[in-house]
């Protein structure tokens, strides 16, 4: 580590924090994943503070998920999952009360642009996958839980097509939410029939490359998706 940056005055309120944020700074200009990162005592002494603050500002920075701790081995750096970005989504959605019309709309976003970029750089293992994937959800025997999670992973393997891996961390960050979504959805009759259908339509616009017929089809698909939602909701308010 090159030393705390010239200029850096810490202040007394949330001392644990600042020191948080200055080591964050380190860890993503100058370490590697899986990286060790110093002992508390030696960053104790290099920020001037107590070894409690470093004990609390690591606890931050793991909480975070930009590193690991290992015990009495020390901590090492660790690269954010998307899992992490999920989870504060599903969190922000649920206590700001982000209605499902707002989620369909950003999913709606998000996945039109998917497909219309994985229609012309998806490669033959992907759509291996997704057809994989398929296969999966045509079990009868699967539960709701599982089918609702290949569900989700075939749509997230479009938006990996797309070339942009932005694209496809922001696809799946709402991967909690509408998975949630679409396990419900699930419950509705007939649901299941329509949704492979629906799926396979998609998939055969990508093999065939057009991208006019696989927007169709994902507008189409995405649509019926939340009229099935706005079903179920209706239902658990008649009771």
Same mark, same amino acid.
């Given at each position: 580590m090159n030393?705390?940056p010239?200029g850096?005055?810490?202040?007394?309120?949330?001392? !644990? &924090?600042q020191? @948080?944020? #200055?080591l964050e700074q /380190?860890? *993503?200009n100058? !370490? &590697?994943?899986? @990286?060790? #990162?110093?002992?508390? /005592?030696? *960053?104790?002494?290099?920020?001037?503070v107590s070894?409690?603050?470093?004990?609390?500002s *690591?606890?931050?920075?793991?909480?975070?998920?930009?590193i690991d701790?290992k015990?009495g081995?020390?901590s090492y750096v660790t690269r954010p999952?998307a899992q992490n970005?999920?989870?504060v989504?599903y969190r922000?959605?649920?206590?700001?009360?982000?209605?499902?019309?707002s989620?369909?709309?950003?999913?709606?976003?998000?996945e039109?642009?998917?497909?219309?970029?994985a229609?012309n750089?998806?490669t033959?293992?992907?759509?291996?996958?997704?057809?994989?994937l398929?296969?999966?959800?045509?079990?009868?025997?699967l539960?709701?839980e599982k089918?609702s999670k290949y569900?989700?992973?075939?749509h997230?393997?479009?938006?990996?097509?797309s070339?942009?891996?932005?694209?496809?961390?922001m696809t799946e960050?709402?991967?909690?939410?509408?998975q949630e979504m679409?396990h419900?959805?699930?419950l509705l009759q007939?649901?299941?029939?329509d949704?492979i259908?629906?799926?396979n339509?998609i998939?055969?616009?990508?093999k065939?490359?057009?991208?006019?017929?696989?927007?169709?089809a994902?507008r189409?698909h995405?649509?019926?998706?939340k009229?099935?939602?706005?079903e179920?909701?209706q239902r658990?308010?008649?009771?």
């Open positions: 030393g705390m010239v850096n005055v810490l202040q007394k309120d949330h001392l !644990y &924090e020191v @948080a944020d #200055l /380190q860890i *993503l100058n !370490y &590697e994943d899986g @990286a060790r #990162l110093p002992s508390e /005592q030696h *960053l104790a002494e290099e920020y001037s070894r409690t603050i470093i004990r609390e *690591l606890k931050l920075l793991k909480e975070r998920g930009l701790s015990t081995s020390g999952e970005i999920a989870d989504v922000i959605i649920q206590m700001d009360q982000i209605d499902y019309v989620v369909f709309d950003m999913r709606m976003i998000l039109m642009e998917s497909i219309s970029r229609v750089h998806v033959t293992a992907e759509m291996k996958e997704m057809e994989h398929l296969e999966l959800l045509k079990d009868p025997k539960s709701n089918r569900d989700f992973s075939f997230y393997m479009i938006a990996k097509a070339g942009n891996p932005l694209l496809a961390l960050a709402i991967g909690t939410i509408c679409i419900k959805a699930f007939d649901s299941l029939q949704s259908a629906r799926h339509l998939m055969n616009a990508i065939a490359r057009d991208e006019k017929a696989a927007k169709e994902m189409g995405l649509e019926r998706s009229r099935n939602y706005e179920y909701l658990q308010q008649e009771g």
